[in-house]
């Protein structure tokens, strides 16, 4: 693994946090609403309906760092049996939200000792979208079909789903591709197009901008690749995502982790650095290194 690869990996962590972080402040209001509690919304500052304090994460950036642990307690394996462990830890140290289709198939793992949900054509929530990042740097390098393989294993714990799959699939393999260097441009040709191909709900060019998106997949993916595709840079990437309101801090995870990934770690605003939960940014960098870093050559 490459200094330039593993700053990317960190950048792509970091940058899913601040997301989130940033994104939190204003998640279910309105851009009307945001427009008039802050102007353009570009601090990290908390508060919210979660009465977050500056800098702190919610379920996405909890949810990745516990499939983080899961992954590299289970030898850098993506089990579903690990994930389901992990994230049953993770609900069970109280986190500060959760969402419903997370909780209902978690109480079901409980119950059953299943960790795969059943198949659910309602279970289309952004839930294990927002969370595969460590998925991505702990299959960096192998086969796209293992790629995509462990990412529905982490998935089906809690969204059994074809438009949850095709996102966690897409995002995955797209963070990988901006690990590896390749641009905007290239992704858009050999991911993004394909992904509105094959899931037609995805489409989001010819759209009007979406704003207020819903926790419905399909809404975080095309307000993400909006603003990912319409604005360059990681800190006017994220302004744009999260000041659509909605479910911001998740939109303003996946943008995150995505522009990170593209834009790499000097394009990270220090004064977010700053502010975000120092535990969480630490956290953040280790597992990035240890999920990336375990895929060096030699150690395979
Ligand atoms: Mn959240
Ligand atoms: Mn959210």
Redesign the pocket.
């Known amino acids: 693994m490459t200094p330039e690869i593993l700053a990317r990996a960190e950048a792509a962590y970091l940058g899913l946090a601040l997301g989130d972080a940033l994104g939190a402040t204003v998640?279910f209001m309105t851009p009307r609403e945001i427009a008039h509690h802050h102007g353009v919304h570009r601090e990290i500052v908390g508060g919210g309906w979660l009465r977050l304090t500056p800098g702190q994460i919610?379920?996405?950036t909890g949810m990745a760092l516990a499939l983080g642990a899961a992954i590299l307690g289970n030898d850098g394996r993506v089990e579903a049996l690990a994930c389901a462990r992990g994230f049953d830890a993770w609900m069970r140290r109280k986190p500060v939200d959760i969402g419903n289709t997370v909780r209902r198939n978690l109480l079901h793992f409980r119950r059953t000792g299943e960790p795969q949900a059943l198949a659910s054509e309602h279970d289309a929530g952004n839930g294990a979208a927002m969370r595969v990042l460590p998925v991505a740097l702990a299959t960096l390098g192998r086969s796209e079909a293992e790629v995509r393989a462990a990412c529905r294993a982490q998935a089906h714990v809690t969204h059994h789903n074809a438009a949850s799959d095709a996102a966690c699939e897409f995002l995955a393999l797209a963070v990988q591709d901006f690990l590896l260097g390749k641009s905007l441009r290239e992704v858009f040709r050999a991911r993004i197009q394909p992904l509105v191909q094959a899931q037609p709900a995805f489409a989001f060019r010819a759209r009007p901008r979406r704003e207020n998106p819903s926790?419905w997949v399909v809404e975080t993916m095309q307000a993400v690749l909006q603003a990912l595709v319409d604005v360059g840079g990681f800190e006017p990437c994220l302004v744009d995502v999260v000041n659509r309101g909605g479910?911001a801090?998740?939109t303003g995870a996946i943008a995150g982790m995505l522009a990170g990934a593209l834009y790499g770690r000097e394009a990270l605003p220090a004064r977010w650095l700053n502010a975000l939960d120092a535990q969480v940014r630490e956290a953040c960098v280790a597992q990035a290194r240890a999920l990336a870093g375990a895929n060096a050559p030699s150690s395979r």
Do not use: M
């Open positions: 998640e919610t379920d996405d926790g479910d801090d998740t």
